[in-house]
């Protein structure tokens, strides 16, 4: 693969941090349900946070610092679970609301998960493989004290991959003297991994994205779709969509973005991309610049790049019918109130993209089994769950006159409350 020079596209300004959507998420979700203080002090503080220093030995003989994050933010429901990320961007603050939306998603969908995240603020392309190794290894040994099957679970997410919990699975292994495969989960099939988990958090976005088209009387076959970023979750929304007959119109990376009205040809441009490392230069489609890709006119518009990329500088501005968020927090919290003014339909986040750690779950069951599940079987217990979980949250907005986000959230929020209760507090 050729890697591309520096990216085309900056991250839009954000007008609110993560961390200040994701709180101001919560306090809403605390004032609708009526709790106290002290339950809102205990659902918005991280219960551990461990920040470490990596130092890597740069395969030029130098050595290099690096600043790495693990954050729990809540462990009342099960162990710890949530992804761990490469990028610049990453930051303390950033972690922590990654792992609060964590928190929430496993309960809303009731995985037996707390919430977790990690992060190294690094770009992965300006390291060699054995650099990446050696971060991800030291990061490891760093993080050791507070994972493992039944504490903390990482995954992939930005920036790293199923070649990056190999890693941490044969590094915390070592540490432990025998295999332990239930300590990640997005390892390759060969080493315990789940059959469908590469591709489950795009299903379900899809099978979201299906629902609410449906439900707003949009044949599926036909509809458009906008989806940003082409990475482990845009790739595969885009190819489900189009296998459902819909028109994926346009696609972005951090390259830039393309455009055809006829609907792109989503696997020619996946081999386009395996070659050249970006959607930019594909043959069959018209160059247009990455932001207005937000702003198309397309039944469905998939985030699935970064956060805060909708934010209330562009909001008014956007013209799908449906935002199926597939990022995390890619949707700011000003922005939330303009697109529900406007009659956009928000599936949020910890819906949308929860397929990811459902699967997760189901490779955990299965590690913790040494068994197994034919991909039929993954497949079709993602589904039931993914739209169980529209079902209800749909009901509770309905019931209460909530957009989804704050009716999912009030839902997650309320299970997780209701483990805080059951546990009592220790001593
Ligand atoms: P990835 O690193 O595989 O892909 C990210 C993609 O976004 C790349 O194509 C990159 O070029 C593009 N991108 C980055 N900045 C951009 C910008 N400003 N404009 C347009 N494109 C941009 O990451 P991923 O695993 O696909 O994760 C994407 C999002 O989905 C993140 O918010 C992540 O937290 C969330 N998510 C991922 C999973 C998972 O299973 N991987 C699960 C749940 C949620």
């Not at 979700?29 to 920040?51: C, I, P, W």
């Not at 470490?52 to 030995?57: A, Y």
């Not at 997650?412 to 209701?418: G, K, M, P």
Request: hydrophobic share 45%.
């Amino acid at each position: 693969m050729t890697l591309l020079q520096t990216p085309a596209v900056s991250l839009a300004p954000q007008h609110t941090s993560a961390l200040e959507d994701a709180q101001a998420q919560l306090a809403e979700a605390v004032a609708g349900l009526g709790y106290d203080e002290g339950t809102h002090a205990m659902l918005s503080k991280s219960r551990r946070e461990l920040t470490v220093s990596i130092p890597l030995r740069r395969d030029d003989g130098s050595t290099q610092v690096l600043a790495g994050y693990r954050v729990q933010h809540n462990i009342s429901r099960g162990p710890a679970k949530g992804g761990l990320r490469y990028s610049p961007q990453v930051t303390l603050d950033e972690v922590r609301a990654l792992a609060m939306w964590m928190t929430w998603k496993c309960a809303l969908l009731d995985v037996p998960y707390g919430g977790a995240k990690g992060g190294i603020a690094l770009d992965p392309r300006l390291y060699s493989t054995p650099e990446l190794e050696r971060i991800t290894r030291r990061y490891t040994s760093e993080i050791l004290p507070i994972i493992g099957p039944q504490q903390d679970i990482p995954a992939p997410d930005v920036g790293t991959d199923e070649r990056t919990m190999a890693w941490i699975m044969d590094t915390y292994s070592v540490s432990q003297g025998h295999t332990v495969p239930g300590v990640v989960t997005g390892k390759p099939l060969s080493l315990g991994g789940s059959l469908g988990r590469a591709s489950a958090t795009s299903r379900g976005v899809v099978h979201i994205a299906t629902a609410a088209l449906r439900g707003e009387g949009i044949a599926v076959a036909g509809s458009t779709a906008a989806i940003q970023g082409f990475g482990k979750v845009g790739r595969d929304a885009a190819r489900f969509l189009a296998q459902e007959g819909a028109l994926v119109v346009a696609v972005s990376d951090q390259y830039g973005a393309i455009h055809n009205a006829a609907g792109l040809d989503i696997e020619a441009l996946a081999a386009h991309v395996d070659t050249t490392g970006s959607v930019v230069g594909f043959g069959s489609a018209d160059a247009f610049a990455a932001n207005d890709l937000l702003e198309l006119d397309v039944d469905v518009l998939v985030p699935a790049a970064v956060e805060g990329v909708i934010h209330e500088g562009n909001a008014g501005r956007i013209r799908a019918r449906i935002v199926v968020e597939g990022a995390n927090g890619p949707t700011s919290r000003d922005a939330d109130a303009i697109l529900a003014s406007n009659g956009v339909l928000v599936a949020p986040d910890i819906l949308a993209n929860a397929g990811g750690v459902i699967v997760s779950y189901f490779e955990w069951v299965q590690a913790n089994q040494s068994y197994r599940w034919e991909a039929r079987d993954v497949e079709a217990r993602l589904e039931e769950r993914m739209l169980a979980a529209w079902a209800s949250v749909n009901e509770h907005a309905r019931a209460h006159d909530l957009t989804l986000r704050a009716a999912a959230t009030r839902l997650a929020v309320a299970r997780v409350t209701e483990a805080h209760r059951l546990r009592g507090l220790y001593p």
